[in-house]
């Protein structure tokens, strides 16, 4: 499950893992933050008896701050921390104004110094995720992963879309594929995969040795499960329209749990993933779009799962 700012807290992390996510992300955390002890950072620290495997993502270009925010994160977690990456794909200008995320990948030299600060600071794995390029005329995803790996990155992820397409048009599978052939380490595919039919043409297209998914997860995490079941040649039953209206319902009930009231406020977003591709979503989503407890969200659901 990839690490997507403002989805992926304690509460989706458990549902992906019990849909048969291998490894779930952190949410991109602050190392500056962490540093500065800001609470609202710290918090997306957060895990439970429900997570037994993490990878915590880090952001940020300090090579020092970085690598000893590393280790405190290393002292924390452990043992349930399986892997610390580091964030030089962001393309958000938030981020990348202030030189982090995808802007590391307009100087190498500095990115390079950021990688083995944390690989060396770091008592277990250090990956690093990064795009093709910043835009299509520096696209530079091959030179980079050679200098990834040299700095001591265990593995990486590579997002085939440059930081100018941010989300937008296709992935290109080739760059994965050329990135993965440049280097020894552990390649993961990231783009552009949201069923069974698109991990099976990435795997067959690239050579990767894994899948990172990240949209096509919000809503669906039983996308998993599907894949899963896919690649091991077995039978799979997609849920239903009444088992997805459950899914958003448990979703809802977590999230409150953990959050308090704002829980519900925080599933808004989460609402119209779940509704995508059923019939009259756009009716839905209007409708539950100013929900403000469990209970009035349940009306709705169950009133149109019996319809």
């Known amino acids: 499950m990839a690490p997507m700012a403002g989805y992926t ?29 800001s609470d609202k950072t710290a918090g997306l620290l957060a895990t439970d008896e429900r997570e037994n495997r993490l990878a915590v993502q880090l952001f940020g270009s300090d090579p020092a701050i970085m690598a000893e925010i590393a280790a405190r994160v290393c002292r924390l977690l452990e043992p349930k921390l399986t892997l610390i990456d580091i964030n030089m794909g962001c393309p958000a200008p938030k981020i990348t104004g202030n030189g982090d995320g995808c802007a590391l990948m307009r100087d190498l ?17 250090v990956t690093v995720k990064f795009r093709k390029g910043w835009d299509a005329a520096s696209a530079n995803a091959v030179a980079f992963a050679r200098l990834a790996q040299d700095s001591g ?5 590579v997002h085939g879309r440059t930081r100018e397409q941010q989300y937008g048009g296709r992935a290109d599978w080739d760059c994965i594929a050329a990135v993965k052939q440049a280097v020894s380490v552990p390649i993961i595919g990231n783009g552009d995969v949201r069923d069974a039919a698109s991990a099976r043409a990435m795997l067959a297209h690239t050579g990767c040795d894994g899948i990172m998914i990240g949209r096509g997860a919000l809503g669906r995490p ?13 039978p799979y039953t997609p849920p239903t329209r009444e088992d997805r209206m459950a899914l958003a319902l448990r979703h809802a009930r977590l999230l409150v749990a953990a959050k308090g009231p704002h829980g519900i406020i925080e599933l808004r977003k989460h609402i119209p993933f779940y509704l995508h591709g059923l019939p009259d979503a756009a009716r839905l989503r209007r409708a539950t779009n100013a929900v403000k407890s469990v209970e009035e969200l349940a009306r709705i659901l169950t009133v149109d799962s019996a319809e």
Do not use: N, W
């Not at 030299?109 to 794995?125: I, K």
């Open 9 to 37: 807290d304690l509460t989706f992390r458990a549902f992906c893992y019990a849909y048969g996510c291998d490894l779930a992300y952190t949410e991109m955390i602050s190392a500056k933050g962490l540093y500065y002890q």
């Open 109 to 125: 030299p500095l990115a390079g110094r950021v990688l083995s600060a944390v690989a060396h600071a770091s008592s277990v794995p």
């Open 153 to 157: 990155v265990a593995g990486m992820t």
């Open 222 to 234: 039983f996308v998993f499960q599907e894949i899963r079941a896919a690649l091991s040649d077995e």
